[in-house]
């Protein structure tokens, strides 16, 4: 009876869709191989004569800004484009009061919308833009990097640094359409694609075994961009869109996607955010490990899965120990000072995550302090 | 059969109650004489536990932190204090900044809340740090003017001024709890209060006739602070909240709260905001009338109308036109440039509130900004 169009069939195909649902504010994520091409039409279909800022880095623009900006002005999209150094440093305060200052420049109205063509810092950045100009404008996300794909385009967690911590100034806002172009990966360092990696792995880890059993036996596909890619992409978005559209703001439940996060965040501080030394997905790799072996040391868990987690990260070359950092790491009293700073500290005990086994992590709350110190002194002197 | 207890007998007798329904984010507006001295109680029932930052300002520091902050104590309540300058110009970026990285350095966590004690400048700032701070904090308004308990305070918007206009970057935050202490605007200059009355005497404009009678018979006892003072408040809050609850984003009928408010921060704007020539709610009462008038002009209302809202706002002191602020005003060209950039545009085309009669205003969509043009042009030569 149904009469379906061809393109719709082709898109089947060629792509993914991964709806993210929360009501009146639920959104989809595209995901496959050229969307970038044809980010225009699709951009139109949601946002009709809008006008667009682009916000992007410097990096990502020699690469894709000419091919997106083609598929905008194709598409009839009116846009600007605004640039931002590459790199972390680029999340503060002076960026974003530039930032919002510009588009307000470019006299973009409450219905128009803001573009983040590029990773993690940009997406948060220009999300945090989005949130706050005219106390909310429509944002869309291009995510250019698998970090971004898999884990911050999905949520609408968006923010900026603080001199004391990462991610403490922000809001929660949704985009109104993510479009994750999996071709762009091949452009991305083996480092960047590894780091994001370990995002994907967690999604297994934290609730479900049998896409972690699938990971060990596909990620060299993954890597390569195959079919598999998108698969995993789809599969990581998937679950973090489960949990999102259970707990948007973070009140139970999404915790959970913090595994092996709060270890990270505190090896990332306590390396000044050196990406030379460690990079966001290798901080969540080693923390990873760290929670499990906090687990194991709780009896939650035996020495099997920790063997097989720590295999599976080993193998597509992520680091899994402290010791892995290159350089002089501060003591377990700093790291713990840091993890007290964290945003997941509440009441002043402490909130992890731990796991019962491969796929059954849980929230745990209440964690004696010192327990964790004196397990972070043993491992960092390992 | 129910057995009320005495001291909420009391409390019916001495203050009134006005609910913001927002579902889970619902709260209540407290109202009436002397609830600066029991705020503490009052707070640490709303957050049990919980720290505060106090953000004020140094005016407001001087007449009613010492106790505030006893209140507080008293209820055992924890709490910094972080003062800003009085004035518009603190509800810029760079404060913005400084408050957000105060808030940390006290390490408040998500739980605890930022407390405004303070006019609409104090409100807007601390609302926006409360909603940026760990993608968002529990907030509590002690509003210390009149426009700050009518207006400011209801209803969610937060924000600071952007070099390309007033508070064009910001958030919708709700409260937690807001306590409308009215005796503390025995305190206020009459200009101050005479300002925030303007806005008083919108709600009765723009959707509540026998409130607007009410007020013609009643604003003297109104300035004296007689039980009418409470019960102008809680009936502007109850208006204000009634359309807030419906519309909390302000995509249809909340815009009818800016009656006046288009050609008032056109003129705040015209004159950089130098509050001795001019201060919000003086913009808005001059604002109020254009819009009157700028209805006739489309044969909406008759001069009956025009003479009886001059008549009253004229009695109370407040400015009715352009010609009544001080020194030189630009051509009407400038005006209409500055409200071109003003946040209530769509897609290029000027949204006004008009009314056809008191009690009786609209949204029209789609005016020829030709036309306003020429009215303003008549209104700057007379």
Known sequence: MTDTPASADLDAERFQTVRVDLGSRSYDIVIGRGLLQEAGVRIAAVKPGARLAVITDETVAKLHLDAFSKSLSEAGLD?????????????????????????????????????????????????????????????????????????????????????????????????????????????????????????????????????????????????????????????????????????????????????????????????????????????????????????QRLDLIGQDTIDRVEAHLSAVGLPIRISDIPGQMPPADTLMDIIAQDKKVSRGSLTFILTRGIGRSFVEKGLDPATVRDFLTEKLTR
Chains 1, 2 share one sequence.
């Open 79 to 295: 846009h600007v484009v605004l640039k931002v150094p590459a790199g972390e440093a680029s999340k503060r305060f002076e960026l974003f009061e530039r930032l919002c200052d510009d588009v307000l420049a470019a006299r973009l109205e409450r219905g128009d919308a803001i573009v983040a063509l590029g990773g993690g810092v940009v997406g948060d950045l220009a999300g945090f833009v989005a949130a706050s100009v005219r106390r909310g404008m429509s944002f869309i996300q291009v995510p250019t990097t698998l970090l971004a794909q898999v884990d911050s385009s999905v949520g609408g967690k968006t923010g900026i640094n603080s001199r004391h911590g990462k991610n403490l100034i922000g809001a929660f806002h949704q985009p109104d359409l993510v479009l994750a172009d999996t071709a762009i990966l091949d452009t991305l360092p083996l480092r960047d694609f590894r780091a994001g990696y370990a995002e994907v792995a967690k999604y297994g880890l934290l609730g479900d075994e049998p896409f972690f059993t699938w990971l060990e036996d596909n990620w060299k596909a993954v890597f390569a961009g195959g079919p598999e890619r998108d698969e995993a992409v789809a599969r990581s978005c998937q679950a973090k869109a489960d949990v999102v559209a259970e707990d948007e703001h973070e009140a139970g439940r999404r915790a959970l996607l913090n595994l092996g996060h709060t270890f990270g965040h505190s090896l990332e501080s306590a390396v000044s955010y050196e990406t030379e030394r460690l990079v966001h997905g290798e901080g969540v790799s080693i923390g990873m490990m760290l929670a499990h072996e906090f687990s």
